[in-house]
């Protein structure tokens, strides 16, 4: 697409529940990148995608999360028995990553997590 | 680790007028890549300038330049020509070339332009 989609862009669960936050990134980017925004705060890094590997997930906060990128495309952030502090903007970026230069990231506009 | 600071959580400026956005960073490399992404209500990161660490010359984008001191660790935006439209949070970010391929984000400043 010309674009980052995230979906859905609001969701409000309750305390316990599991969500799936999905990403569709911009065609022929080979990363991908899941960043998680609390209020107030920069968007701080979660996992990091090239083809359908995790090339680095050491940002993800506990066993809870995981996320999944089976055909190198499209991926999905699964968050298991939510608690209150998940609640943040969930942001997907991609890029067409290059072997010299800048990694320049193309933003979704994210998806708002609430979990009451 | 790689560490972005940005002192000022909230700014204002007159529209037309010049306003300056402060950013600082902790690097022990050499070869990184320094960005100001905006931020308006609509939660889309928006990519405004970038400055490669190797190059003296200060990026500029139309009526956005960056004041890039690498000794000092300082990384700085100016908005010329302040516009409504640039109301928004602003982000500075460090990316390390062959290093972890994350942008490391500071927790940003709120700009407001007023008319």
């Known amino acids: 697409g010309a674009g980052v989609s995230q979906t859905p862009s609001n969701k409000v669960t309750e305390k316990g529940k599991y969500v799936e936050l999905r990403c569709d990134p911009i065609?022929?980017?080979?990363?991908l990148y899941w960043y998680r925004q609390s209020l107030g705060q920069g968007p701080e890094f979660l996992i990091y995608f090239q083809g359908t590997g995790a090339a680095d997930d050491s940002g993800l906060p506990n066993d809870r999360f995981f996320a999944v990128r089976p055909e190198g495309s499209v991926s999905t952030l699964k968050i298991q028995r939510t608690e209150r502090g998940d609640s943040a903007v969930y942001l997907c970026?991609?890029?067409?990553?290059?072997?010299?230069?800048?990694?320049?990231?193309?933003f979704g506009a994210g998806s708002r997590l609430t979990v009451l | 680790a790689q560490t972005v600071t940005q002192s000022q959580p909230e700014m204002s400026v007159q529209e037309a007028e010049t306003v300056t956005l402060s950013c600082t960073y902790d690097t022990s490399e050499n070869n990184y890549y320094l960005f100001w992404y905006k931020q308006p209500p609509s939660r889309q990161m928006i990519l405004v300038i970038r400055q490669e660490a190797y190059k003296q010359q200060n990026a500029t984008e139309n009526r956005f330049s960056v004041n890039f001191q690498k000794a000092a660790k300082s990384f700085s935006l100016k908005i010329s020509d302040s516009q409504l439209g640039d109301t928004a949070m602003y982000f500075c970010a460090y990316y390390h070339q062959g290093g972890s391929e994350k942008l490391v984000f500071g927790k940003g400043t709120k700009l407001t332009v007023n008319p």
């Open positions: 970026a991609s890029s067409a990553r290059r072997s010299s230069g800048a990694n320049v990231l193309t």
């Open positions: 065609s022929g980017h080979t990363a």
